[in-house]
């Protein structure tokens, strides 16, 4: 039954983050919240133990001078001292707002400055980076350090000091936060210029969460199982595993590392997961090698599996159910190979799975969907509080999903992706022009994408507004579309098409740095280095049969023609990639003009 934003509004009236944490501590008081690794086994704080730290941090924060309007930054890991820091600033009304931790000195200073904080809660192994931005002593007046550190002086305070703290009476303390009050500002991940502080408010969380509830379509997922290991800076890691958790009651293990997920899922099975594309890449990838590596009996019992898992998903997505021979064929490889292979990746208790922040392949989607895991694709921005479209089981392969429950979605005159609704962010922090460029008169948030709805409402992302290419011949081009065939390119993990204004489409491509000295390993190649592996001729040859394969989909004009293999490896926040691992094509651009040249010389 659909919603409007009006009722959906009425819904969730008076309703915060924080008091649907106080609600939730209360409710699932001995369920356990949060959980993470200590030596060979896993720690755990149950919801009361969690609001009671919480309520004792607001109590430290009191006493520090944070108050409704104040500002506080977080530079932490997953863990979970991170989540009952951000509940006590939420307690006082006050902001708290999430540094990258991959950040420079000149990025904090920038982001500190910007936001006005003045208090922070910096995990030790980041302090001196902390310290070496300037900020403190100065705008922020107080530091409370997680894990042990040299502290000194009464501006320095350490985490088990501020948990000794009186706790402020949590209920009474929820009570008090205003719909209005600024849950967080997440700061852009700056792929065309400085970061812009999206300012998103408690109003918004709680319409996003009432919104992403009916979404699951009345699925049950109180107590869920989730694995926390994206940047918490992220809007999508903050709505999944932080503000859902305070509504659904959240079984959250925190993952401090981001490579580590592939243990930690084996561990903990969650039964949501997000993550952005280039982990589905990595697992697939690792799958499709195994698959390669297999003996002939076993290598067509796989491709016979994936293929009948293949039409099963296809028509479970329509609602329907397969029968007769199908269905029996399906309980086979099922039985036999699709579960096993689940399980082994501790993938087999999913109710949801969730690709986002980036376009992901048709191949990579399939291939998870034909596995029995229930993958679908999200699209969204910081400025939409996370979630714009989204469809978890009635999937269509290519399309990101209608408008979640609320939401107004409709195509601008020239394509663009518009949208209005309660979980449209409040705006810029201190940027009223760019505000107005974002936002305008009527309400509705320009999300810069352009895209195509089919005749379900199922929307499709053609590609970045001002990242269309439009080659010397006139054609219009979409580098998202190729990039990501070239990513799924087992050789390949980054990808990155020029062609602007050229005559013909080309590439850089970076080699995957786990899965290129494998294959070369395999075929005999000594020097295993990626610069080495760049430029053997073997490698070369065949990166490039895999280009002409991923090419053979898409029309002339479209088709990369030439490439350039790189050696480098492209890290998260780096001049190539945003800490999400977005293209920064700018950078790219800049850093590999050369070798851009190179290929229309």
């Known amino acids: 039954m659909s919603v409007t934003n009006d009722e959906l509004s009425r819904v969730v009236a008076g309703r915060t983050a ?79 707002i999430s540094i990258y931790n991959s950040s ?63 706790p402020v009476e949590l209920a009474r303390a929820a009570a008090a936060v205003d719909p209005d009050d600024v849950a967080t500002v997440i700061y852009t991940s700056g792929t065309t210029g400085p970061p812009k502080g999206v300012v998103i408010d408690h109003a918004n969380v709680a319409w996003t969460i009432e919104s992403l509830r009916r979404t699951l379509h009345a699925v049950e997922v109180e107590g869920s199982r989730l694995v926390s290991y994206l940047p918490m800076a ?11 958790a305070m509504a ?75 029968s007769g021979e199908l269905a029996a064929r399906f309980e086979a490889v099922e039985a036999d190979t699709l579960a096993p292979v689940r399980a082994l990746l501790g993938l087999d208790e999913l109710i949801a799975a969730i690709s986002g922040a980036a376009p992901i392949t048709r191949e990579v989607l399939g291939f998870f969907r034909a596995l029995g895991v229930p993958l679908s694709e999200i699209y969204g921005l910081s400025e939409s509080s996370g979630p714009l479209t989204w469809e978890p089981f009635r ?61 379900a409402g199922y929307l499709r992302i053609v590609d970045r507004k001002k990242e269309l290419i439009i080659t010397a011949g006139g054609k219009n081009v979409s580098p998202a579309n190729l990039e990501g065939a070239l990513k799924a390119l087992p050789l390949v993990g980054q990808a990155c098409v020029v062609g602007d204004r050229r005559p013909f489409i080309g590439a850089l491509l970076v080699l995957d ?16 280095s990626l610069p080495a592996l760049a430029a053997h001729p073997d490698v070369v040859a ?11 989909g898409f029309n002339q004009a479209e088709r990369v023609k030439k490439f350039v293999l790189l050696g ?30 190179s290929l229309y010389e």
Request: charged residues 25%; proline residues 4%; hydrophobic residues 40%.
């Open 18 to 96: 924080a008091s649907l944490f106080a609600a939730t501590a209360s409710a699932r008081a001995d369920a356990v919240a949060l959980r993470w690794r200590e030596g060979d086994g896993f720690a755990a704080w149950t919801w009361a133990e969690y609001g009671n730290r919480a309520a004792r941090i607001a109590g430290a924060l009191e006493g520090l001078g944070v108050g409704a309007g104040s500002r506080v930054v977080l530079m932490m890991r997953n863990r979970p001292e991170f989540h009952v820091a951000d509940v006590g600033v939420l307690l006082r009304r006050a902001t708290p």
């Open 104 to 166: 420079s000195p000149d990025q904090i200073a920038y982001l500190v400055r910007h936001s006005g904080a003045t208090v922070a809660v910096i995990e030790a192994t980041f302090l001196d980076r902390f310290v070496a931005s300037g900020v403190h002593p100065g705008q922020i007046a107080h530091v409370i350090v997680v894990d042990d550190a040299d502290v000194s002086g009464e501006a320095m305070h350490t985490w088990d000091d501020a948990l000794g703290s009186q």
């Open 234 to 244: 992220h809007v999508a890691e903050r709505m999944v595993s932080h503000y859902q």
């Open 248 to 322: 659904f009651g959240y079984e959250v293990t925190t993952c401090p590392e981001a490579g580590q997920i592939g243990a930690y899922l084996a561990d903990v099975r969650p039964n949501i997961l997000f993550a952005v594309p280039r982990v589905w890449e990595k697992i697939h990838a690792g799958l499709q090698g195994v698959i390669a590596a297999s003996d002939d009996d076993k290598r067509g019992r796989y491709l016979d599996a994936l293929e009948v898992g293949a039409l099963v998903a296809e028509m479970r997505a329509r609602g329907d159910e397969p």
């Open 395 to 455: 999937v269509r392969v290519g399309t990101v999903g209608p408008a979640i429950p609320g939401l107004d979605v409709r195509l601008g005159d020239d394509g663009e992706v518009l949208c209005r609704g309660g979980n449209v962010f409040r705006g810029y922090l201190d940027d009223p022009e760019k505000t107005a460029e974002t936002i305008d008169s009527e309400g509705w948030l320009h999300t810069g994408d352009i895209g195509v709805l089919d005749d």
């Open 513 to 528: 740095p786990e899965v290129a000295p494998a294959w070369a390993k395999a075929h005999g190649i000594d020097d295993l």
């Open 542 to 552: 065949e990166v490039g049969r895999g280009v002409e394969e991923a090419m053979a």
């Open 568 to 597: 480098d490896e492209w890290l998260p926040d780096s001049e190539e990639l945003t800490p999400t691992m977005k293209l920064k094509r700018r950078g790219v651009h800049a850093k590999y003009e050369k070798e851009i040249e």
